[in-house]
């Protein structure tokens, strides 16, 4: 009774997908601080051109160049799995399969592009690359790659996560990258914080300043930056994720897909699987596509489509995405990859497009979900993942319900391995849930009221 | 280029491979107290008589039964890697090759025979396991072995990393196993170790007690005992690792292997990988086949070939097996499932034959080994796991001086996302070497001196 396929080496996908190609609307550009689309070469300090041209082209396809396959053929293919024992658990018709992205040596979908952008970056002649992390999962995927590919790294973490969380640390020191405490000393942005706020426990708006002013202030040319979300050409290289799922339900013999399911955070584990999902959906097949976020910080279910900042500081371009504003904080759930303030514009405009549906559930359902997971399917599961299996059981039941034998599809993002003190505190009775709180909401989203609007178009109509 | 080889659900080995039918010379038994061979039935109400059934046989093949088989298709079979990255570090003309069990969702090889286990107890019609564990690799495998099987589990875990390490204790946790710091007051051992030394850290040996006396002492029958390694059976279990290797180099287009290499503690990993070579090794085929030990824990090199209890407390039966006195006690370094007193009798009686090396290797240079592994190959290793790679690294640049393409495969035995802090004080320089003295050894031998001894036969001639 198969539970479990792969791919042979010569099915493995040999190009990604851009969702940008088939979108009904075409994706607006990002604007500079004079509201003017930024041109490429204005990125060109921050990111090697091969990657700026990547993160705007309108190609259907992307070539996967052949030694960027070889770095992925470590880990990848990764197993498609059939959820038999959760679905004997739940009793229902739904057939549910996972791609499980925790077989990766940093555990989760990260150095799917984490590789991709090393490789790039080491082509253009960059040596160095610096980056910002918060619990971690993104510097140790980044840190992984340049040791793979002989680059230095360079992680700014959030100073709490750092000083809580030494673990993720240590896997980025192991892999050979230098892991600082942001604020740190060692940049301008750093210190005027510390010099104000001593104690500061650092944010991602900070780290993320802190790692793009060391790239650029860098003179000699050869450092760069790298984010691990968002941005178009990070979800690009994710694609492969639901290329080879595919290509791996075929081979489960299911000839159409009902409901495909991830966690989104800044979007890109999310986007990895569903795209090429999407791109049957606009080609007229019929399925749900649900991104799941927390109640606690709901930018899709609740936030604004809007022009907004990448960064709490405000020195990134505007992107057009959904936003809590970029000055909302978010309470201290366990899924720190799911408190970012807005999502990557691509899965933004395909909210508007009416193509993707977000759900916002709290934490939880969440851990209660991740649990029966750990007991029917084996695998403990990190607290952003936990949120697709709490989708994933809903929908489930659902089916249950109406009696339908429905194919679901969701992403395992990533192992909770380093994850566990979260499922201490559910163990002791000690979390909650956060319900944002509407005035909350209007406050930090009153920051981006002067800021230029979107156009706000629905399936190809403006 | 191929780094990396699965097979095909059609190729996976369905029997297991038991050594003892082909060891030249005959297992000799385990004995009682009174120093006469324990007969089976004596064990039962330890283990469930077909477990004991599998103990004994020496049957060559033995069918995995095809439940087990779909518990073990969870995570298995899995992945055959050449190890690209390190040969081109090591500039060696070897061709390395390495078995990937850290993709197991307890990330070890440990659940090949917990599944297993966890199974033939089901069958039986036991409800109930107990077991004892020191870091915690062996209790969560047992967990997580005994959630898919709906079973409840017990385990005994040494106070000591009860309580420095959490982590693993939440593993089981999530797993719904029930772990207990030891010595516990829920058994008569514990309570009469905690009257007399209420702050006691614990030890194997007294978590050893406590789960067998939590078995043996449950009136309904319906409890028995479980041991992650050393037995006949769990290195049984753990041959199917093996089995698959073989047919993944020949996949590679490898005719011949010339270096097998893996760590031992208790043997399994070791033991899994290794002895369906040994069986071609028997059959004429030339190879080295190294164990691999902490020099602080050199049971195998240095210690002797003996009748020894399996626990400190002197309670199970008596096995023939290299030792170093079961009063030992073991430095503490950083490769917690290394630090066993005792060598699986199968393993030992392969040694006695020459058809096994012992090498022992210093902690550093382990460490040191993992990093480069680390950063070439991309996986972070368990502590126990270094000391195969280190070994791998010394036969590597050995073909190297001697200008030889040798083929080396060795056991990834597990990953080591839980072991960080070992890494830690071997960045901060707090990491020493010990070279266990002659008069220790002596001393914990003594304790042994007055056992009944196995007569030492080499290759079939007593």
Redesign the interface.
């Known amino acids: 009774?198969?539970?479990?396929v792969?791919l042979n080496?010569n099915e493995i996908p040999r190009q990604w997908y851009n969702l940008a190609a088939d979108l009904p609307t075409p994706m607006q550009p990002p604007l500079g601080p004079d509201g003017n689309p930024v041109r490429p070469e204005m990125l060109a300090p921050v990111f090697p051109m091969n990657i700026i041209e990547q993160e705007v082209t309108t190609q259907r396809w992307v070539d996967i160049p052949e030694e960027v396959l070889?770095l992925l053929?470590?880990?990848r293919p990764t197993p498609l799995?059939r959820a038999r024992?959760l679905e004997k658990a739940l009793g229902t018709p739904a057939r549910i399969y996972y791609k499980n992205e925790g077989?990766s040596?940093a555990?989760s979908h990260k150095p799917n592009t984490a590789v991709a952008q090393a490789w790039y970056n080491k082509q253009f002649g960059i040596k160095r690359i610096t980056t910002e992390t918060g619990a971690g999962q993104w510097g140790s995927a980044l840190s992984?790659a340049c040791?793979?590919l002989g680059l230095e790294c360079k992680v700014y973490m959030v100073r709490i996560s750092f000083d809580q969380k030494?673990?993720r640390r240590?896997?980025m020191?192991?892999?050979?990258g230098k892991c600082v405490a942001s604020p740190s000393r060692e940049t301008h942005a750093g210190r005027e914080i510390l010099a104000k706020h001593p104690e500061s426990p650092g944010s991602l708006g900070i780290a993320i300043s802190e790692a793009i002013e060391e790239a650029v202030s860098d003179k000699t040319g050869q450092t760069r930056y790298s984010l691990g979300s968002v941005l178009n050409h990070v979800l690009l290289h994710q694609t492969i994720i639901g290329l080879e799922a595919k290509k791996q339900l075929e081979k489960f013999g299911e000839k159409k897909v009902d409901v495909v399911i991830g966690c989104a955070g800044g979007g890109s584990n999310f986007a990895g699987l569903a795209f090429p999902f999407v791109a049957d959906k606009i080609a007229g097949a019929k399925m749900d596509v649900i991104a799941c976020e927390p109640a606690s910080c709901p930018k899709m279910s609740r936030g604004q489509f809007a022009y907004d900042f990448g960064d709490v500081a405000g020195t990134t371009p505007l992107l057009p995405m959904h936003t809590l504003g970029h000055t909302f904080v978010p309470p201290p759930i366990h899924a720190g990859g799911l408190r970012y303030h807005g999502m990557a514009p691509l899965v933004s405009q395909a909210i508007v497009e009416g193509l993707i549906q977000p759900r916002a559930i709290h934490q939880i359902e969440c851990y209660k979900s991740a649990?029966l997971f750990?007991?029917?399917?084996?695998?403990?599961s990190a607290p952003e993942t936990s949120h697709a299996i709490a989708a994933t059981i809903q929908e489930a039941n659902k089916a249950r319900e109406e009696g339908k034998e429905k194919v679901i599809i969701f992403n395992w993002s990533g192992h909770g391995?380093?994850d566990?003190?979260g499922?201490?505190k559910f163990?002791r009775g000690e979390l909650e849930d956060y319900e944002l709180p509407e005035h909350l909401m209007q406050e930090s989203l009153a920051a981006i009221r002067d800021l230029p609007k979107p156009k706000v178009c629905r399936t190809g109509k403006w």
């Open positions: 009774m198969s539970t479990k792969f080496e070889d053929y470590r880990w799995y024992g077989v040596p555990g992984f040791a793979l030494p673990f240590l896997m020191e192991t892999w050979g649990l750990a007991k029917t399917e084996g695998f403990i391995l380093m566990l003190l499922y201490d163990f």
